[in-house]
């Protein structure tokens, strides 16, 4: 079993910036791939970036440049940095904890979730 728990989230002016973090309780934290999910108002959850066991990346095309994911395998924390804000950035962030077995079982699990609010 995993617990995640978000921070960092707030209010923010567009251009600004704000590092989220998502520390995870209990162990095997390397083996999961982390990611970074937000929803808006109105509208379904979507991924803005994962980072896999081996520290390869993925972002949605919307934050490329702008976001940066980064864990820390020792303190068992995801970040997610980000950078020159925009107001439709403006979502509750979630931290996302996943791996698959080589027996084919799947550990999934979610944080509560952070607001994040750029004002324009």
């Known amino acids: 079993q995993v617990q995640l728990v978000e921070s960092g989230g707030g209010l923010v002016q567009a251009g600004g910036s704000l590092r989220l973090s998502c520390a995870a309780s209990?162990?095997?934290?390397?083996?999961?791939?982390m990611g970074w999910y937000r929803q808006a108002p109105g509208k379904q959850r979507e991924l803005v970036a994962t980072?896999?066991?081996?520290?390869?990346?993925n972002y949605a095309d919307s934050v490329k440049g702008r976001f940066t994911i980064s864990r820390d395998n020792a303190k068992n924390t995801v970040y997610l940095q980000m950078n020159s804000l925009k107001p439709e950035d403006t979502a509750v962030y979630y931290c996302?904890?996943?791996?698959?077995?080589?027996?084919?079982?799947?550990?999934?699990?979610w944080g509560q979730g952070t607001p994040v609010t750029v004002s324009s």
């Open positions: 996302n904890a996943i791996r698959t077995t080589t027996w084919g079982q799947t550990y999934d699990y």
């Open positions: 980072m896999t066991t081996g520290g390869t990346t």
């Open positions: 209990g162990s095997l934290f390397s083996l999961y791939v």
